[in-house]
């Protein structure tokens, strides 16, 4: 698929402006994820689409496992940078996770007890992580430079589906969504750039489009809807009409 040495070697001759951008995207990474996790506290519901959640978490950690890769068989600055920059955002999936368990029974399981609900999650990480490693096995992308696009294009596809079944924007926010722009186009204006042509294939150029175009549609959206919803503490939990009381007919 692409030659890591040769991507070395690109990243050494175009150290500054890549270091810029892709620094760049991923500050805005760690802002969208802060901004999420605040969201989800004030709205009471979770920000991220679950499997967004679980996919991402399966692959940071697997990178972050694969730590003799970075510094002992490559050992490039380059790599090592990648293997530091996860970190933080381990740690904020983490952290959604476990705040996830309480948003997740308030709106999905009340009727569950929290253990079950952990143990749900739990579930959904383990899965996701058999089926990452699957992927990871199947297809060359040593680096985990491909896999990263996969990541950030995940979020637009299961975020509609998020915003449609909710239909509301509790839990989201614009600038949420402008943060994970920043993210999509400074990785992508990286990959495309300098890491060689195996990120000049219209499909990779196909995933970009469907990041930013998606990114752009929901950012609108969810700022209309959040204008919508006025101070945003509607609950996304309507009530069930309680059905009317029959009347008795008197009989005669």
Not at 106 to 123: I, Q, Y
Not at 133 to 155: H, N, P, Q, R, W
Request: glycine share 10%; net charge neutral; proline share 6%.
């Amino acid at each position: 698929m692409y030659n890591p040495e040769l991507v070395f070697g690109v990243v050494d001759a175009n150290a500054l402006p890549i270091l810029v951008l892709a620094g760049a995207a991923m500050v805005a990474n760690y802002v969208w994820f802060f901004l999420a996790f605040r969201a989800a506290n004030r709205d009471g519901v979770y920000s991220i689409p679950l499997i967004c959640t679980f996919y991402w978490f399966a692959h940071d950690v697997s990178l972050l496992a694969r730590y003799e890769l970075w510094f002992d068989h490559y050992g490039h600055w380059f790599m090592m940078l990648w293997w530091v920059a996860f970190i933080p955002a381990v740690l904020f999936e983490l952290a959604f996770l476990v705040q996830a368990v309480r948003l997740v029974r308030a709106e999905l399981f009340p009727d569950w007890s929290r253990a079950a609900v952990g143990g749900l999650l739990a579930a959904g990480v383990l899965t996701a992580g058999v089926v990452w490693e699957g992927v990871k096995y199947i297809f060359a992308d040593d680096l985990y430079l491909l896999g990263f696009g996969l990541t950030i294009v995940s979020y637009p596809v299961f975020g509609v589906g998020l915003l449609l079944r909710r239909g509301s924007a509790l839990g989201q926010t614009p600038g949420m969504w402008i943060a994970y722009l920043v993210t999509a186009v400074g990785y992508f204006a990286v990959s495309a750039g300098w890491f060689g042509p195996a990120f000049h294939a219209w499909q990779w150029f196909g995933l970009a489009a469907l990041s930013v175009l998606g990114g752009v549609a929901m950012t609108f959206a969810v700022h209309r809807l959040r204008r919508d919803l006025g101070t945003g503490t509607r609950s996304p939990h309507p009530q069930r009409p309680t059905p009317p009381t029959a009347t008795p007919v008197p009989r005669g």
